[in-house]
């Protein structure tokens, strides 16, 4: 890999991960500590830490983890069309 492709994917793994953690904060309240992006070929990953909100730590404390999935589940799925609706339009990476 040339040192300018390097240089743009670190760009673009960046954007994604600002993106990511700012939408996160609007829509949760709070976004995560930290984010890592990972794009390999048309495969984006984003890891996300300490993203709970204090009422999935309040159900963690209180082992209702299968609350929490449902509710991440169905708040991925209708954040989904935002995500995609976002990055949409921004010009594609080159």
Same mark, same amino acid.
């Given at each position: 890999?040339?040192?300018?492709?390097?240089?743009?994917?670190?760009?673009?793994?960046?954007? $994604?991960?600002?993106?990511?953690?700012?939408?996160?904060?609007?829509?949760?309240?709070?976004?995560?500590?930290?984010?890592?992006?990972?794009?390999? %070929?048309?495969? $984006?990953?984003?890891?996300?830490? %300490?993203?709970?909100?204090?009422?999935?730590?309040?159900?963690?404390?209180?082992?209702?983890?299968?609350?929490?999935?449902?509710?991440?589940?169905?708040?991925?799925?209708?954040?989904?069309?935002?995500?995609?609706?976002?990055?949409?339009?921004?010009?594609?990476?080159?």
């Amino acid at each position: 890999m040339a040192e300018g492709d390097r240089s743009s994917l670190g760009e673009a793994r960046a954007k $994604v991960s600002k993106d990511i953690v700012r939408l996160q904060a609007e829509y949760d309240g709070k976004g995560p500590t930290r984010a890592k992006t990972y794009i390999v %070929e048309d495969l $984006v990953v984003v890891v996300l830490e %300490e993203s709970f909100t204090r009422a999935e730590k309040t159900l963690a404390e209180r082992g209702e983890k299968d609350a929490i999935e449902h509710i991440r589940r169905r708040f991925q799925q209708q954040m989904a069309t935002i995500s995609r609706a976002s990055w949409s339009r921004r010009p594609a990476a080159r």
